[in-house]
């Protein structure tokens, strides 16, 4: 499997990270150049056939450089909106690797609905899919191993910020990670934890792609983007990188928009507002 970073080999050799979601999409990026940088990882979702299939594929990764350790990767199933799967999750992670460096909270879902037609089971899913499995797992790795060593984590949320039409359960957990994300920062700094967030636009990711090509959401995308192109998996990678490096070592709190500005020109999703009913 072939991998590039502009980061420097062995940037975070004898490192250790969980990437939920990561066996596909964003997550698999994620986790491919973590491992090339020398990060041991242990990717975590609902689908144990993904992640097998994703770990095999992922051990072929080797760091550049005879002098490089091979790094290890590893696989659990987890339902991250299940309190005692992600205890699960964090404690088989340090069982296998000694130690908890870098929790990078990818795992996420929605689904396309206008908000009159959401039932509370599936709002509910988002919500906890979303926010509540993003809290957890930051509130077990705290409490199994970063407070007392320290640590860093990202967490994923999306181009929100103008309201989210169409997306109104995902836009509403989405900003309630971000708020946790400020919070946490200032409730964790003294444990030296750093906590951000990444907020992607319109990303080519395989799973998207399947799941909205239906709605030709992805199609309609690029005029909305000043930079007049999707964005890469492989560029959200790099930002979460950057984050989890040390050349990010005084950020804490803040939620990186990568997106070609499309969040300061339009919604991501294409919504059309019709006249308002008069009597």
């Known amino acids: 499997m072939i991998v590039k970073s502009i980061f420097r080999s062995g940037l975070f050799a004898g490192k250790s990270a969980i990437v939920t979601g990561g066996g596909s999409g964003i997550g698999k990026a994620i986790t491919s150049e973590l491992l090339y940088l020398g990060c041991n990882v242990m990717i975590a979702s609902r689908k144990l056939d993904r992640l097998e299939n994703a770990a095999n594929e992922l051990k072929t990764i080797t760091p550049p450089g005879d002098d490089q350790p091979k790094p290890k990767i590893e696989f659990m199933e987890c339902n991250i909106k299940k309190e005692e799967q992600v205890h699960s999750l964090i404690s088989n992670t340090l069982d296998k690797f000694g130690k908890l460096d870098f929790l990078v909270n990818n795992g996420g879902g ?6 009159k037609d959401f039932s509370l089971k599936g709002w509910n899913a988002v919500i906890e899919t979303n926010l509540t499995g993003t809290f957890l797992c930051c509130q077990q790795a705290f ?9 860093v984590i990202v967490n994923m949320v999306a181009n929100m910020w103008n309201g989210w039409p169409g997306m109104s359960h995902s836009g509403a957990a989405r900003a309630g990670v971000e708020n946790i994300t ?3 920062a200032i409730e964790w700094a003294p444990a030296g934890i750093r906590i951000n967030a990444v907020a992607p636009g319109s990303t080519i990711a395989s799973q998207s792609v399947k799941d909205y090509y239906k709605f030709d959401i992805m199609g309609q995308q690029i ?3 000043p930079a007049k192109r999707l964005g890469t998996v492989e560029e959200v990678s790099a930002a979460i990188c950057f984050l989890l490096s040390p050349a990010a070592a005084f950020i804490s709190g803040e939620t990186i928009k990568i997106d070609g500005a499309q969040s300061l020109y339009t919604t ?4 059309e507002v019709s006249g308002r009913y008069q009597n």
């Open 143 to 151: 409490n199994q191993y970063m407070s007392e060593h320290g640590g």
């Open 268 to 271: 991501s999703i294409p919504w």
């Open 110 to 115: 929605q689904f396309y609905s206008p908000a």
């Open 182 to 184: 400020k919070s946490l």
């Open 223 to 225: 005029p909305r983007v």
